[in-house]
C-alpha cells in the first residue's frame, strides 16, 4: 500500500477556486483502479494550508493516476493558485 500527501499553500482569496477544482479531480480519481482514499484537509490553524490525503493499492496505480487525462489537465490549473511548490511524500507502509 502506498500514502501520498501532497501539501499546499493556496493564495489569498483563491481558496474557493481551488476547492472546485479539487472537488472535480477528486471525482474522477476516486473511480480510478487502485484508489483506496483521496481526500483533500484544511490546517485547522492555517485555512490556507491544505493536504491531500492519497492512499493507493500499489506504486503502479499512483503512477497511473499521475499520468491520467484529468490529472494533467486540472493539477496545472490548481497549481495556478498556489503560493509556492507542493510539498509532497511518497510513504510505503511499514506495519
Known amino acids: 500500500m502506498i500514502k501520498v500527501v501532497a501539501k499546499n499553500y493556496v493564495r489569498q482569496n483563491d481558496l474557493a477556486q481551488v476547492v472546485e477544482l479539487y472537488r472535480e479531480l ?11 482514499r483521496y481526500e483533500l484537509y484544511q490546517d485547522e490553524k492555517d485555512p490556507l494550508s491544505i493536504a491531500m490525503i492519497e492512499e493507493w493499492a ?11 487525462d484529468h490529472f494533467l489537465r486540472l493539477v496545472p490549473q490548481i497549481r495556478e493558485h498556489m503560493q509556492k511548490q ?6 510505503n507502509r511499514l506495519i
Open 86 to 91: 507542493t510539498d509532497m511524500g511518497v510513504y
Open 58 to 68: 500499489t506504486k503502479e496505480d499512483l503512477e497511473r493516476h499521475l499520468s491520467s
Open 26 to 36: 477528486i471525482e474522477l480519481t476516486r473511480k480510478e483502479k487502485g484508489c483506496i
